[in-house]
């Protein structure tokens, strides 16, 4: 590119520009190497498990969308101390097998015992006995994970050499009341339990089926050719795996009320108070107007809802209320609902009141 003069006026000789670069095939070589190196520096920390026996049916008959359901066949775990301490997902443990085997890359089988669980996340802990020394992957810190980097789904439940890969990006880092790193990378039963890898083959988190709408068990595995997926982060998570390995169940921790749209303008209601429940014996009331939760202002039921799935059971949460005589803070202590069925959705709601207006609506 150069400038020629006409008339005392620097112009761009339009015919010298260079033409646009051929892209170079090699960065279409490149990526799938990165990508076959990062799950090269992860696989001998990863597991194959296998589930005997249990509940008849997992709670689902057949087949979901083609995949098999809920407790059948191999899935996949990550290996997360060098004594035989391995996460998995819940999503092989419905039917609450009491024989589970795991297979180490060497190829040797070892029976494992699932300690705890955590049933808001979908992950769970088992226990391998008689190791040592086995290989513990990194992990990334949660800062470190950024929307639009590469993200890897990797699984060997199906028993291969090598295993089943799914390459995307990080789509979201804040997901599922913020439990949840979200991606487009395909996560489906072959890796439950499996890592999302970063490209340098650091584990950003552990996938599982997961949606913002229910905690059942089973939930979210009907998502898994939807392309959004879900992976729990462990990074700084050393709480998490004490409670699992005392043996907890961790819970999602619930008020036990019923809620409506307050207004127009937005806001939530209590439209009703479950028996026994913990809001109850905190004193809150039919008509209270929840205007936030742990300092944080509460616009609609969907808000609602998300707040309240940062807590567990035993939690102590502070609920400000508004009501004629003016706005008071109540504390009360989350429970599990005393009376939801076992394997059903354990949520907040079930008065939904008309849907708030905005500008335009």
Known sequence: MHYVKCCGIA???????????????????????????????VLPSMVTIETY???????????ISGISGPGDGPTTGVIVSSDGLIVTSTFNFIRKPPIITVTLRDGSQHVAELLGRDETRKI???????????????????SDVKVGQWAISLGVGYGDDDPALSAGIVSATNRI???????DANTSPANYGGPLLDIEGRVIGICVPLTPSSQAEGAGVDWY?????????LHGADDLIAAMKAGKTIQTGKLGIQTKAATEQGGVVVAGIMENSPAGKAGIKPGDEIVAIAGEKVQDLTQLRAVMGRFIVGDEVTLSVKRKDGESDIKVILAALPDSPAGAPQVEGGKPGPRPKGPGK
């Open 177 to 183: 009341s913020g439990k949840a790193v979200q991606t």
């Open 11 to 41: 112009l761009l000789a339009i015919s010298s520009v260079a033409p646009a670069a051929e892209p170079d095939p090699a960065g279409y070589l490149l990526a799938p190497r990165a990508f076959r190196a990062a799950a090269a520096r």
């Open 53 to 63: 026996g249990g509940v008849s049916g997992g709670g689902k008959k057949g087949k």
């Open 225 to 233: 050719d939807s392309g959004i997926g879900f992976a729990v982060p």
């Open 124 to 142: 769970c802990l088992l226990k391998i006995a008689g190791v040592k020394n086995l290989p513990v992957p990194t992990f990334v810190p949660r």
